[in-house]
């Protein structure tokens, strides 16, 4: 009964120290090869989505470009006139201030 008891405490050791090489395995499997991987793919959807947002921005702010000089074209009268009268305006009250 010794015998049998000793090699079950050998063959239960070396069971536990199988074990214990494959969490280690699988531990060394997830962070050398899965977690760079993972933060490799990570950081290609960052770098394309700042990619497709300045590409947006550039599309709007060229867009307000072309509407702003549409509107400069179309309505500059009206604004130069209505800033003219503005500015005469507060030259009068700048005038009444000062001869108070």
């Given at each position: 009964?010794d015998?049998?008891?000793?090699?079950f405490?050998?063959?239960?050791?070396?069971?536990?120290?199988?074990?214990?090489?494959?969490?280690?395995?699988?531990?060394?499997?997830?962070?050398?090869?899965?977690?760079?991987?993972?933060?490799?793919?990570?950081?290609?959807?960052?770098?394309?989505?700042?990619?497709?947002?300045?590409?947006t921005?550039?599309?709007?702010?060229e867009?307000?470009?072309?509407?702003?000089?549409?509107?400069?074209?179309?309505?500059?009268?009206?604004?130069?006139?209505?800033?003219?009268?503005?500015?005469?305006?507060?030259?009068?009250?700048?005038?009444?201030?000062?001869?108070?």
């Amino acid at each position: 009964m010794d015998l049998f008891n000793y090699i079950f405490d050998f063959v239960s050791g070396v069971d536990d120290g199988f074990r214990e090489i494959e969490k280690e395995i699988e531990r060394l499997f997830v962070r050398q090869i899965l977690a760079p991987a993972k933060n490799y793919e990570i950081n290609q959807i960052e770098q394309e989505a700042k990619k497709n947002t300045r590409l947006t921005i550039n599309s709007i702010q060229e867009s307000l470009s072309a509407v702003n000089n549409k509107i400069d074209v179309s309505m500059k009268g009206e604004f130069a006139s209505k800033v003219i009268e503005t500015i005469d305006g507060k030259k009068k009250e700048y005038e009444k201030v000062l001869e108070e």
